[in-house]
């Protein structure tokens, strides 16, 4: 590859000039500037060179296990389906299956047929079609009210969809929970028909959600702006175990007359993270309307990857669609959701056996794969440096690597960190 470039000057010769003038060292790129480094990697780095014996990785957020998926994989395997390119908007029966699975059986805007979707590189591209979609259509302000704090790459998907970031009140760092009242306040103030973006479940990085109770609240507020909600469901069936209570904010806002958007994930869910399967849908007023929405999302997603790929889709919707994988899978959802909330019972009965005076109870109140510990950025550095723990330095740690075998030095080296 041509590194650097030969510079010559049109008033002298080459050959009378110095060599070094000559040939000038001019890469192409020697204005990029270096980004920042990445937090998860630097964890993981530093967990492989830790040579302790006991040391434990709570930083990446994935859960390792089969979730039915071997038996849905070997059955398209074995139907030896084409490779074929899908249409625009990806696997037709995925795509369906994935509706429903968010929507619900009874949803009124499933039946009459006014859900436009479309299949998406996972949670993420979900993310960043809507942020282009909305970029291009939204009537309103070109501007997205993300929750303080979120998932680290919110920020990032929307403003290279062109809309600008701005923040509502979530977090309670003195509670370790819900700053509900802020964000209620924090919604109200937000310009009337502004787009507000909503954790579905399982918020990232906190863990923290509303009630049921709360979220009709935050449904009503939302209303009363006049605001337009995109729902992040990156978790469903991770928090509570159940698909259908995981929805429940969802199914809520469309019941109060809502006409939301949608991201879903299948990384976590079924634990297909490297197959990047997922879905960005679009609630709209009629089946005239959808069929508008779905011509321009199709516009959209042309000329970014033309279509998206089938394996992985195909894996979900037979999970989906077949009664007994399904039933199977949501029965390992379960048993996921199970163990981790047993895990946060644990670690929370460890530090208080240990005589913790803090309370831990926003351990077991919060939900999903994260917990956040309220530890703040100088005791995660202790936690890594002197007991071999490693986690984000925001306090977040990723339940999923704790097992009843580490719980009990978690809990000391918390405890030994913290107090
Ligand atoms: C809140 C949230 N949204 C979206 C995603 C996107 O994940 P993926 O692109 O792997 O589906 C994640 C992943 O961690 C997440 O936590």
Known sequence: MLATRVVTRTAAPLRSLPAVQCLRAQSTWSGVPQGPPDAILGITEAFKKDPSGEKINLGVGAYRDDKGKPTAEQQVVQQNMDKEYAGITGVPDFGSAAALLAYGPDSAPLKEGRIAMTQSISGTGALRIGGAFLHRFFPGAKAIYIPTPSWANHKAVFSDSGLEVKQYRYYNKDTI???????????????????????????????????????????????????????????????????????????????????????????????????????????????????????????????????????????????????????????????????????????????????????????????????????????????????????????????????????????????????
């Open 177 to 419: 929970g819900l700053d509900f009242d802020g964000m209620v306040e924090d919604i109200k103030k937000m310009p009337k028909g502004s787009m507000i973006l909503l954790h579905a479940c399982a918020h990232n990085p906190t863990g923290v959600d509303p009630t049921e109770q709360q979220w009709r609240s935050i449904s009503d507020a939302v209303k009363e702006g006049g605001h337009y909600p995109f729902f992040d469901m990156a978790y469903q069936g991770f928090a509570s175990g159940d698909t259908d209570k995981d929805a429940f904010a969802l199914r809520h806002f469309i019941k109060e007359g809502h006409q939301p958007c949608l991201a879903q994930s299948f990384a976590k869910n079924m634990g297909l993270y490297g197959e990047r399967v997922g879905a960005f849908s679009v609630v709209t007023a009629s089946p005239e309307e959808k069929a508008r929405v779905d011509s321009q999302v199709k516009i959209l997603v042309r000329p970014l990857y033309s279509n998206p790929p089938v394996h992985g889709a195909r894996i979900a919707s037979t999970i989906l669609k077949d009664p007994a994988l399904n039933k199977q899978w949501l029965g390992e959802v379960k048993g996921m959701a199970d163990r981790i909330i047993e895990m946060r019972a644990l670690l929370k009965e460890n530090l208080e056996k240990l005589g913790s005076k803090h309370s831990w109870n926003h351990i077991t109140d919060q939900i999903g794969m994260f917990a956040y510990t309220g530890l703040n950025a100088e005791q995660m550095t202790k936690l890594a440096e002197e007991h071999s723990v490693y986690a984000t330095k925001d306090g977040r740690i990723s339940v999923a690597g704790i097992t009843s075998q580490n719980v009990g030095r978690l809990a000391e080296a918390i405890y030994k960190v913290k107090g």
